[in-house]
């Protein structure tokens, strides 16, 4: 196989690897012995998972989570300057989106190293083709402030922008203050706003929905995704446009 640096996209959440990722994929994992992870204990379970019979005592993983020294970085990517490939794996999604992964390409970029993305599940794009919000313009604001009246201000920012530029606004929440979240979307957002809540993508807990605010002011979250797991416990993305 080429030596490159490959992205290698994982699962969202506790679903089979053969639904979300071609079998490729597995073909790249398994010429692979030298890792660059967002945590190594998520990584090994993916790998196995992947492939039982995944040789993990024959690899070597370097951290890049966020208490990792970014001045280890380039070393990481030593095997690929000497011609073997080398893989990169955050906890969930696509790495270097949203994600850590971005520092570590954009060395291999600096240096003229191959960098190879794999096809993969990533909640965001997911979550704008799913939400009917629109896909032509988006951009995603990671998270929102914690203080109530900032976060105010933020998302009337950014409802201004999707009602002045019909740009899909995107952010997250941490899972235990989604349903705060929520509440500060009926609060602060206009009546005729849209708002699409995209949860648990891929899983069996999946929850994907997009009505105006006066729509969900009336009919209000559920009390359980279909999984039957608290939408408290489970990523979600939030959408607005007009």
Known sequence: MEPAL?????????????????????????GIRH????????????????DREFPIDDCTFSEM???????????????????????VISEAGCPAVADPGADIVGIAQREGL?????????????????SGLGGQSFAFNGYLPVDPSDRAKRLKA?????????????????PYRNRKMFESLLS????QTRLCIAAGITTEDQYIRTLTISEWKKRGLP?????????????????INK
């Not at 890792?35 to 998972?49: H, N, Y």
């Not at 001045?71 to 300057?81: A, D, E, I, N, V």
């Not at 191959?114 to 799913?130: F, K, Q, R």
């Not at 009390?223 to 959408?239: C, E, M, R, T, W």
């Open 6 to 30: 490959y992205l290698i996209p994982v699962t969202l959440g506790d679903t089979p690897v053969e639904r979300v990722l071609p079998s490729f994929n597995h073909d790249v994992i398994m």
């Open 35 to 50: 890792f660059i992870v967002e945590d190594i204990r998520s990584a090994r379970r993916f790998l196995r998972q992947t």
């Open 65 to 87: 989570g966020k208490h990792a020294d970014h001045r280890l970085f380039s070393q990481y990517l030593q095997p690929l300057r000497e011609g073997r490939p080398v893989g």
């Open 114 to 130: 191959p960098v190879v993305p794999l096809v993969g599940p990533n909640s965001m794009i997911l979550a704008v083709m799913s």
């Open 158 to 174: 950014l409802e201004t922008r999707a009602w002045t530029e019909g740009q899909t606004q995107l952010f997250i929440e941490t």
């Open 188 to 191: 602060v957002l206009r009546p």
């Open 223 to 239: 009390q359980s995704l279909p999984g039957g797991a608290d939408l408290s416990k489970v990523p979600a993305i939030f959408l």
